[in-house]
């Protein structure tokens, strides 16, 4: 299932987010755009939150939704629900969606400071732009055609870069060192799985699951899961399936793909590698630069690429790496301020220090 770009408008209360999306919902639809609006409500009723979803209805989004967990029930679809799924349900006609608040979601955001509390940007990185704020990129608060212009500009490149392309989470394995199926991992009470799901889904536009069948708790209801098409082959055989599944259309298609063990994993990361994608080479690989290692578990892989894996799958390949080296894939230097997000987890002692670090960042 196919879902807009998503791009959430944070800050304070009384920061003036409402009136910002009045004001730029209009100048992107006179370029042609259909923008949908979703506003975050915690402690409204439904009647009150109402109200600012028809001014945004009036200012030409469509829809225009207020959403919590008194705001919205539509087709089993609740308020609460993932923003993600809300944006499936309902906004899968629309070329871009804004949403009001979600601050803890993994979308890109831009964030908005009260006019008599200006701060800093802070440290979240899907933060991209800062009106108000005292450092980082930003513009005044009342330049919304620098807003609207910055907006055109950040969904020019999603466009680009979810090209023929469908996010893959691998979740097969036997994880025999943790001992329980590493899909069910989690972090600050989050599903690992479901939150690479929405990583994926935002820059693919569409996600898949493959490997053993998944528990669908916290996990988007719009990616779907595909079992390994032959069981045992390991992740490359997991890559094989998800490649076939994103090509069954007819119209050959990359896959991102992203091992559900690797909880650190950001929307930085994945721009960046997705950024440095070579369609002509058979795939596309980070490196490590802490370990100097190929990382083929975060990668992108080209749909031509799926006869030559099936070949070495027959001749008894089982270890990604042994593919990449005759291959010829694409090798992607990845900064030293990234290699964090490449950490994948196989104990439970290695799950535990990595739940201490990412809940003490925040993640």
Same mark, same amino acid.
């Given at each position: 299932?196919?879902?807009?770009?998503?791009?959430?408008?944070?800050?304070?209360?009384?920061?003036?987010?409402?009136?910002?999306?009045?004001?730029?919902?209009?100048?992107?639809a006179?370029?042609?755009?259909?923008?949908?609006?979703i506003?975050?409500?915690?402690?409204?009723?439904a009647a009150?939150?109402?109200?600012d +979803? =028809? $001014?945004?209805? $009036?200012?030409? #989004?469509?829809?225009a939704?207020?959403?919590?967990?008194?705001?919205l029930?539509v087709?089993g679809?609740?308020?609460?629900a993932?923003?993600?799924d809300l944006?499936?349900?309902?906004c899968? *006609?629309?070329?871009?969606v804004?949403?009001?608040?979600?601050?803890?979601?993994?979308h890109?955001k831009?964030l908005?400071?009260?006019?008599? @509390?200006?701060?800093r940007?802070?440290? =979240?990185p899907?933060? &991209?732009?800062?009106?108000?704020?005292?450092?980082?990129?930003?513009?005044? /608060?009342? *330049?919304v055609?620098?807003?609207?212009?910055?907006v055109?500009?950040?969904?020019?490149? @999603? &466009? =680009?870069?979810?090209? #023929?392309?469908?996010?893959?989470?691998?979740?097969?394995?036997?994880?025999? &060192?943790?001992?329980?199926?590493?899909s069910a991992?989690?972090?600050?009470?989050?599903?690992?799985?479901?939150?690479?799901?929405?990583?994926?889904?935002?820059?693919?536009?569409?996600?898949?699951?493959?490997?053993g069948?998944p528990? /669908?708790?916290?996990?988007?209801v719009? #990616?779907?899961?595909?079992?390994?098409? /032959?069981?045992?082959?390991?992740?490359?055989?997991g890559?094989?399936?998800?490649?076939?599944?994103?090509?069954?259309?007819?119209q050959?298609?990359?896959i991102?793909?992203?091992a559900? =063990?690797?909880?650190?994993?950001?929307?930085?990361?994945?721009?960046?590698?997705?950024?440095?994608?070579?369609?002509?080479?058979?795939?596309?690989?980070?490196?490590?630069?802490?370990?100097?290692?190929?990382?083929?578990?975060?990668a992108?892989?080209?749909?031509?690429?799926?006869? +030559?894996?099936?070949a070495?799958?027959?001749?008894?390949?089982?270890?990604? /790496?042994?593919?990449?080296?005759p291959?010829?894939?694409?090798?992607l230097?990845v900064? *030293?301020?990234?290699?964090?997000?490449?950490?994948?987890?196989?104990?439970p002692?290695e799950l535990?220090?990595?739940? $201490? $670090?990412?809940?003490?960042?925040?993640?």
């Amino acid at each position: 299932m196919l879902v807009p770009p998503v791009l959430c408008v944070i800050g304070p209360s009384g920061s003036g987010k409402t009136l910002l999306l009045e004001r730029l919902i209009p100048s992107l639809a006179a370029q042609g755009l259909r923008v949908a609006a979703i506003k975050h409500c915690q402690h409204v009723d439904a009647a009150a939150s109402g109200k600012d +979803s =028809d $001014r945004l209805a $009036r200012a030409g #989004a469509a829809p225009a939704i207020a959403a919590g967990p008194n705001a919205l029930e539509v087709g089993g679809c609740r308020g609460d629900a993932l923003l993600l799924d809300l944006v499936a349900a309902f906004c899968r *006609d629309c070329d871009l969606v804004l949403a009001e608040g979600y601050s803890r979601s993994v979308h890109d955001k831009v964030l908005l400071f009260h006019p008599e @509390r200006p701060g800093r940007g802070g440290d =979240d990185p899907s933060v &991209r732009l800062v009106i108000g704020g005292g450092e980082g990129p930003q513009v005044g /608060r009342d *330049d919304v055609e620098t807003v609207a212009s910055w907006v055109l500009e950040w969904l020019r490149r @999603r &466009r =680009d870069m979810r090209k #023929a392309l469908v996010g893959a989470v691998l979740a097969g394995g036997g994880s025999r &060192r943790m001992g329980w199926d590493k899909s069910a991992l989690t972090i600050s009470g989050r599903r690992v799985l479901g939150r690479l799901c929405e990583l994926l889904a935002d820059r693919a536009g569409e996600v898949m699951i493959v490997g053993g069948a998944p528990d /669908r708790r916290d996990v988007p209801v719009c #990616a779907a899961w595909h079992p390994d098409a /032959r069981a045992g082959l390991g992740p490359l055989g997991g890559i094989a399936t998800a490649l076939r599944v994103a090509s069954a259309g007819g119209q050959p298609r990359a896959i991102v793909a992203v091992a559900c =063990d690797m909880p650190a994993v950001g929307g930085e990361l994945l721009d960046f590698v997705l950024a440095g994608r070579d369609q002509s080479a058979p795939a596309t690989v980070p490196i490590n630069p802490a370990t100097g290692r190929l990382e083929p578990l975060l990668a992108v892989y080209e749909a031509p690429a799926l006869g +030559s894996i099936e070949a070495a799958l027959e001749a008894g390949t089982r270890a990604v /790496r042994d593919w990449l080296a005759p291959a010829g894939a694409h090798l992607l230097a990845v900064p *030293d301020r990234l290699a964090g997000q490449l950490e994948n987890v196989n104990t439970p002692e290695e799950l535990e220090a990595a739940r $201490r $670090r990412l809940e003490a960042n925040g993640t």
